[in-house]
């Protein structure tokens, strides 16, 4: 997966190449948005991490251009200004997502997988198997070691983010959003005591454990016991 | 375009005033003198036309006739300022006196009318008439009589000039006189600009004395020190919002730098290296909720429009809320009630954020085993949500101040997990920009935060109002499950 880094600010777009190259992607850092047009439209990527204040050519123009061109692929936009304006401009510009500095980068990572899993959408299968875990989906039961383990809905829709992305750190606030709607930054340690509560029943009598808690970004669910 | 001074203004119409009456009552004076004058001239005149025209009927013969000059002579002695003139109708002058040179239009007219000329520097007003005389078979005689009133022209002329001098005295004291009624009548205003002049940011305590100010000026100078009083109080928040501001920063940044100043005062294990990067991380994200709190709170109060008003079902918002925080108050032992329900029109997300920080700051003060209940009535006007905890009661002195930012009951609290203490302040933004009314109370055991929202858009006139929670919330928008 090749993903184009457009970013003036020298420090944000080195780390955001680190991040992502680390995190499995293939990326170009370009600096400003006529170099980020050109390598646009010229190569070949399936995704676009584009800021909206640069020189030479804003982020406005380039995703016009881009669009224009009839290039397809996501675009994630950057904006230091969380306002309604800047979003409506960006999503009818065609920007498929944005998100406002400062960001964690683990919701940066979460969102660009969730926009290049949404051109490729497989079609899953029924039951979801990790290790010794088995979420069927269609008769929403749980089975581990095969011992039935009896979730509440939302504890299983929960387990089913978690599986159906297992292997990504996802952020809280990507999890509360995505499980209970909750759109906001709550202040509360919510998702805490509920991947907590959802430990207990999923992991604590089993080996090895599968949910991890990737400190200060997030929760993962995977098999191996490999550090981060 | 400046309008001119009140002052001046009023200086100039007290003066135009003085100077139109004085100039009035001094032309109808000068035409009473006038009609006094011509009107005694008249008479003078006229009697002494009756005398010579009773002497001239008692004249019966051209003999008698040759005595009427003389006896003229005698009529008009001491009579310097009279002219006379008689003379029969072939033009033959019978007695002439006096310096008037009659013209000789008022002679031929015979005129009963007195009539007025000037004769170098003399005036003089005169009258003819026809004259019969006693003998038969003889014409009327022409009589012409005219008096020298040169120093009736005098005086008027005094009288003009002492009426301009009246006119331009009078008229500069009224001036004057306005000009120190206005300066005066002003006064009031100026130790108002005093007052005005002397507020700026650090001294906000100045109020305009109201018991001295006349009745006209009392509203202005009532108005005039509710602004102050409102931007003493803005101010005082702003003041101490910015020092807050400043020592919520500061608490977390240093952090950071002692950290990593100690962490690189030796060489260290990879693993306590990534100690102190994971520490930072969390204060880094302590921060960043931070300045997203307050930049929400920003635009709230720069008044940006609620994005979107749609119905939203109170009671399906706080069911969705109270299964979020189910876990939360399990874990506290608390309960969590919903009861009754409700519509109205408005932001779904950020309404449910703002029930949420009520409901979440709710369940971190009940104690194990009671419960948080929330109630919804919806009334002819607005919806009524109560949000009710039993547990430790807020200080009255609190109260007001509750939904301030940053402001905390107990500040000892300040390093725990409950934010930055900006939930109610974006709370009542929210509320507010929904034109609802937020109210606390607490007693008896109990703390109650109640909120009402306006049934009607636009209703509470906060339509512009505020907010991003859309903007923030509709980022999460689009991220689709899967």
Known sequence: MKILIVEDEPKTGDY???????AGFVTDLVRDGVDGLHQALHESYDLIVLDVMLPSLDGWRVLQSIRGAGKEMPILFLTARDGVNDRVKGLESGADDYLVKPFAFSELLARVRTLLRRGARTHEPDTLRVADLEVDLRRRRVMRGGRRIDLTAKEFALLELLTRRRGEVLPRSLIASQVWDMNFDSDSNVVEVAIRRLRAKVDDDFEPRLIRTVRGMGYVLEAEDAPR | MKRPSITLWLSLVFAVAAATVLLGVGHFLRQSVEDHFAHGDAEELSGKLELIRHLLVKVRSTAELDAVPQQLEDALVGHADLSVLLRDSR????????????PVALLQAAAAQPRAWQQGPRLFRGLAAAVPTGIAGEPPFTLAIALDTTYHGEFLDKFHDALWVALAVGALLMAVAGWGAAYRGLAPLRRMAVVARNVSANRLTDRLPLDRAPAELTELGAAFNDMLGRLEDSFRRLSDFSSDLAHELRTPISNLMTQTQVALSRTRSAEEYREVLYSNLEEYERLARMIADMLFLAQADHGLAVPHKEPVDLAAEVRQLIEFYEPLAEEGGVKLICLGGGVAPGDRIMIRRAIGNLLSN??????????????????AEAVVTTVENPG??????????????????????HKSSDGAGLGLAITRSIIEAHGGVIQVSSGHGKTRF??????????????EAKGDGAASASRHRFLETG
């Open chain 1, 16 to 22: 955001l190449r680190q991040g992502l190259s680390e």
């Open chain 2, 392 to 413: 430790p009661e807020i200080p009255p002195e609190h109260l007001p101040r509750i939904f301030d930012r940053f402001h905390r009951v107990d500040p000892s609290r």
């Open chain 2, 450 to 463: 109640e909120f009402s929202l306006p049934r009607k858009t636009g209703g509470g006139g906060h339509d």
């Open chain 2, 91 to 102: 033009r033959r002058i019978w007695f002439a006196a006096g310096g008037a040179d009659f």
């Open chain 2, 362 to 379: 709710a369940i971190r003060f009940t104690p194990r085993g009671c419960a948080v209940s929330v109630t919804l009535e919806q009334g």
